[in-house]
């Protein structure tokens, strides 16, 4: 039985919340916590990499907790909502720091409000994506399901890029601390509701009978699934470049584009990129499945981002009067980022009937608790980039008041700070997305033909154990 509308409507909303979520905490936490706090950069950067590698065991023992779990509300459910209701309220403790506190008692607070939000975090969204297989079919249900989870994904993200800083002033006023403070509210209220929604309308159609593993099989097993782990390496690049990037854009824009309009140029290249980045995922990334399979718009969209980079270095070095100059990099970058985030959810879910196939299991979520894991990790190592680029460059922005929004603050900003973080911005993600495409290239074997052979194999080997 096909996925109704209703169902489809109910997954894609929680899609919505959760990176609602996601994106406040992986683009604003280190300039809520340095800027806003005045935590140094440096300690924040240690902070987001240790709760990463933190999240190194977390992640795949909930994968095994979800696969054990056996309840009437099914596997997922439970711990889908138990995650968004715990998630939420760390996230809003996370933006709503005590203001007594300051030094090293802030710095702890941040510490471990982090790593318990990437905890309940990881509660909710292995269950979400791992949900995939038990209620859609293989092949075009499962990947239409993933692309547009994905899509709606790109939308949640795509809000809280856009609307952020206009909704922080516009709640706060020139307090950014308060402004941060009921904008998380906001977003965490929004959050559970989508959640719920997804819970209440969304239900597995069939489960299949996953032999928990113990820590040790899991990550055996993992090692010997090699088109799962490819997949992992590849968005582990590919995250690292695109975050180091949006973690230093409010910076690039307030020391290097500069004006006293500053800050409107970023909403507006916000609001542009976000657009596409939606625009990419349901029209680019459909369009072009319809003329070509998986792997070649996969490399179709690491060029774009690559020529994207290659194009805003350039304008770097021109007069940068205009934001919508900007425009241009950001059409080829904020493309390719959202079709790559399509791209990541499907390429996953083929490992998974891989793996059946290949070593006798079908761990969902074993394999979707590492795409958790490989994002997180991602952002922590480039908000640590991202600080050791404004430690190094001496780029500290200090609380934005009203009187402040007037000031030119790039002409206080040495050429030499301008261009270490240009560099960092662009050359180092090029470096990044050129490793991440030999490496896939060499690695990864689930084409269309393959993904054909391998479904009517396990649909022979189904019917034979039945």
């Given at each position: 039985m096909?996925l109704?509308l209703k ?6 909303l929680?899609?919505?919340g959760?990176?609602?979520v996601?994106?406040?905490s ?5 300039y809520y916590?340095?800027?806003v706090?005045?935590?140094s950069?440096?300690a924040?950067?240690v ?18 907790v ?16 138990i995650?968004?209701l715990t998630?939420a309220v ?15 008692g802030?710095?702890?607070?941040a510490a ?6 990437g905890?309940t ?9 791992s ?8 092949g075009?249900?499962?990947e239409?399901?993933s ?5 709606c ?7 809280v890029?856009?609307v952020t800083?206009?909704a922080?002033?516009w709640l706060?006023?020139s307090d ?9 509210l906001?977003?965490?209220?929004l959050?559970?509701?989508?959640i ?11 489960t299949?009978?996953m032999k928990?593993?113990?820590?040790g099989?899991?990550?055996s ?11 992992v ?6 995250n690292c470049?695109?975050?180091i990037t949006?973690?230093?854009?409010i ?5 290097d ?5 500053w800050y409107q ?9 976000g657009?596409?980045q939606?625009?990419?995922?349901m ?5 072009l499945?319809k003329?070509?399979e ?7 969209a690491?060029?774009s981002?690559?020529?994207?980079y290659?194009s805003l270095?350039?304008i ?5 009067k205009?934001?919508f100059?900007?425009f ?7 493309s ?6 399509v ?8 490992s998974?009937d891989y793996?059946?196939?290949v ?10 608790s590492?795409?958790t894991?490989?994002v ?5 190592i ?13 780029l500290?922005?200090?609380e ?7 000031i030119d ?6 050429s030499?700070?301008?261009?270490g ?8 993600p090029v470096?990044g997305l050129f490793?991440?495409?030999f490496?896939f ?8 033909k ?5 479904t ?8 034979g154990e039945?």
């Amino acid at each position: 039985m096909k996925l109704t509308l209703k169902e489809k409507i109910s997954y894609g909303l929680g899609a919505v919340g959760k990176d609602m979520v996601y994106m406040l905490s992986a683009s604003y936490i280190l300039y809520y916590y340095q800027d806003v706090l005045g935590v140094s950069a440096i300690a924040m950067g240690v902070i987001l990499l240790a709760a990463r590698v933190f999240d190194a065991f977390n992640d795949p023992i909930m994968g095994i907790v979800v696969a054990k779990t056996k309840t009437k509300w099914g596997k997922f459910r439970p711990w889908l909502m138990i995650g968004t209701l715990t998630n939420a309220v760390v996230l809003f403790a996370m933006f709503a720091a005590p203001p007594a506190l300051d030094g090293g008692g802030l710095v702890a607070y941040a510490a471990i409000t982090y790593i318990l939000w990437g905890v309940t975090y990881t509660m909710m969204d292995i269950p979400y994506w791992s949900m995939i297989p038990a209620f859609t079919s293989s092949g075009k249900e499962r990947e239409n399901l993933s692309a547009l989870g994905r899509s709606c994904a790109g939308v949640g993200s795509a809000i809280v890029t856009v609307v952020t800083m206009m909704a922080v002033h516009w709640l706060g006023g020139s307090d950014e601390r308060t402004g941060f403070m009921l904008f998380t509210l906001i977003v965490a209220v929004l959050f559970i509701v989508f959640i719920t929604i997804t819970c209440v309308n969304v239900r597995e159609k069939s489960t299949v009978d996953m032999k928990a593993a113990t820590v040790g099989e899991m990550f055996s097993a993992l090692v010997k699934n090699d088109q799962a782990m490819a997949a992992v390496i590849a968005i582990v690049l590919i995250n690292c470049s695109i975050y180091i990037t949006s973690n230093l854009v409010i910076y690039f824009f307030k020391y290097d584009f500069g004006g006293t309009a500053w800050y409107q140029s970023y909403t507006y290249f916000n609001i542009f990129g976000g657009g596409i980045q939606i625009v990419a995922m349901m029209l680019f990334y459909p369009l072009l499945r319809k003329v070509t399979e998986n792997i070649r718009i996969f490399y179709v969209a690491l060029g774009s981002a690559i020529a994207g980079y290659a194009s805003l270095l350039a304008i770097t070095f021109t007069s940068m009067k205009q934001v919508f100059v900007l425009f241009i990099p950001a059409f080829f970058i904020f493309s390719a980022n959202g079709i790559l985030s399509v791209l990541a959810t499907v390429f996953l879910a083929n490992s998974v009937d891989y793996g059946e196939l290949v070593n006798n299991r079908r761990d969902e979520s074993v394999i979707f608790s590492m795409q958790t894991f490989v994002v997180k990790l991602a952002s922590g190592i480039a908000a640590f980039a991202a600080s050791v680029c404004l430690s190094v460059n001496n780029l500290k922005s200090e609380e934005i008041t009203e009187a402040e929004k007037s000031i030119d603050f790039s002409l206080q900003t040495d050429s030499a700070s301008r261009l270490g973080l240009r560099m960092t911005m662009t050359v180092i993600p090029v470096i990044g997305l050129f490793i991440a495409l030999f490496y896939f290239k060499k690695k990864f074997i689930l084409d269309e033909k393959k993904m054909e052979e391998i479904t009517s194999e396990l649909g022979r080997k189904h019917a034979g154990e039945n």
